[in-house]
């Protein structure tokens, strides 16, 4: 990595990123992203941190628009999922098995040229983990890391000077069968168009509603 | 905001920073995050987006050396807990009401100049889609956003180049019962400890253990 690609940017410069940013309530439905801006925010998905590493989620990228179009009545009719360049619907892992840990130890050691034999106390330590949830938690689980790559993607998207728009408003079973989900081992668990706002929303405008510093941070 | 301020990074920016953050095994303890960058910091906790931007989070800042020392037993010793510069706990709301709907809806009202009353039906959405969740599932919920919160900080961090570690090996009962937080009405979430990594840290250099974009990425 050259020096270069390590400038970091400036406490200045990352606030009025993260003030530009506001859930889009409508997206240009003529603006694309540019493939290389895409890239990185794909890139940025599979970059995100998550519980041990263990990643328990796929992205499914929806581009067909007739598919769109058919998830529009069970996202309660919201146009974003329609008229953002892209739809990225983030899927819990419905179910983590050992096997699973075993997998994820062979790739560490693989990738990391060390002997598997030396990561097994780490194993162990995943296993007992996700030993200790039933099926719901485990799900539970898999869904909250979802939530830190929705977190991710959507602070890189305004790092990039792309628009998004987190959504929980949807039906997931819906999705699940029109995207042929479950029988993949996922469940669309949070959705997050992306592209570029309209000039015509309003809410673009609107002052953020945020509560005061002393209500959110509190130092001990 | 002024035009320079809005000065986006590149895609190949934004992944050299995104690559080289890593869940930091060993923080550099003489090296404290400076007063402009920890502000930052704790702004993109505040400006994080959450479910209806209801916020139903609160973010604990430890400082206290003694507190941090009090916690690292409830921690499985993890050094990262007294060691890093900054300790953050997110900590998700125990419950939320129909009258912090109300509160929010006068928020939003009174910071955007609209009568309340226009706000009623949007306040109603809310207030459906909560009563809709037990106790548990509002914690879950609650929880979940907390998770949106540490995606924005720890992506955040790496854009300015301080690091940090996510942290789900803790007994939040114990946090809560040092930091008094039940009292208060909240229950921690999740941690991360921010700093800088230790030169020593052996966990810097080691590639990154994740899955290919086949796996990770599915087109529709």
């Given at each position: 990595m050259s020096?270069?690609?390590?400038?970091f940017i400036?406490?200045d410069?990352l606030l009025a990123?993260?003030?530009w940013?506001y859930?889009?309530?409508?997206?240009?439905?003529?603006r694309k992203?540019a493939?290389?801006?895409?890239n990185?925010?794909e890139?940025?998905?599979i970059l995100s941190?998550?519980?041990?590493?263990?990643q328990?989620w796929k992205?499914?990228?929806?581009?067909?628009?007739e598919?769109?179009?058919q998830?529009?009545?069970f996202?309660f009719?919201?146009?974003?999922?329609?008229d953002?360049s892209?739809l990225?619907?983030?899927?819990l892992?419905?179910?983590?098995t050992?096997?699973?840990v075993d997998?994820y130890?062979?790739c560490?050691?693989?990738?990391?040229q060390i002997?598997?034999?030396?990561?097994?106390g780490f194993g162990?330590?995943i296993k007992?983990?996700?030993g200790r949830?039933d099926?719901?938690?485990?799900?539970?689980?898999?869904?909250?890391q979802?939530?830190?790559?929705?977190?991710q993607l959507?602070t890189?998207?305004a790092?990039?000077?792309v628009d998004?728009?987190p959504?929980?408003?949807?039906?997931?079973?819906?999705?699940?069968e029109t995207?042929g989900?479950?029988?993949?081992?996922?469940?669309?668990?949070v959705?997050c168009?992306?592209?570029?706002?309209?000039?015509?929303d309003?809410?673009?405008?609107y002052?953020?509603?945020?509560y005061?510093?002393?209500?959110?941070i509190?130092?001990?």
């Amino acid at each position: 990595m050259s020096e270069q690609s390590l400038e970091f940017i400036s406490p200045d410069q990352l606030l009025a990123h993260l003030k530009w940013r506001y859930a889009v309530k409508k997206f240009d439905p003529d603006r694309k992203i540019a493939p290389d801006v895409w890239n990185a925010l794909e890139q940025s998905l599979i970059l995100s941190p998550s519980s041990f590493g263990m990643q328990p989620w796929k992205f499914f990228v929806v581009n067909n628009p007739e598919i769109r179009q058919q998830l529009l009545p069970f996202s309660f009719k919201q146009a974003q999922v329609i008229d953002a360049s892209h739809l990225v619907v983030l899927a819990l892992k419905l179910n983590t098995t050992e096997a699973d840990v075993d997998y994820y130890i062979s790739c560490t050691a693989e990738l990391r040229q060390i002997p598997a034999e030396k990561l097994e106390g780490f194993g162990k330590v995943i296993k007992d983990f996700l030993g200790r949830m039933d099926a719901d938690g485990l799900k539970i689980w898999a869904k909250m890391q979802c939530y830190i790559a929705l977190g991710q993607l959507m602070t890189s998207a305004a790092h990039l000077g792309v628009d998004a728009c987190p959504m929980e408003g949807f039906l997931p079973s819906k999705y699940d069968e029109t995207l042929g989900l479950t029988e993949k081992g996922y469940s669309a668990a949070v959705l997050c168009p992306l592209g570029y706002r309209d000039p015509s929303d309003p809410y673009a405008s609107y002052p953020k509603v945020r509560y005061s510093y002393e209500d959110m941070i509190e130092v001990i």
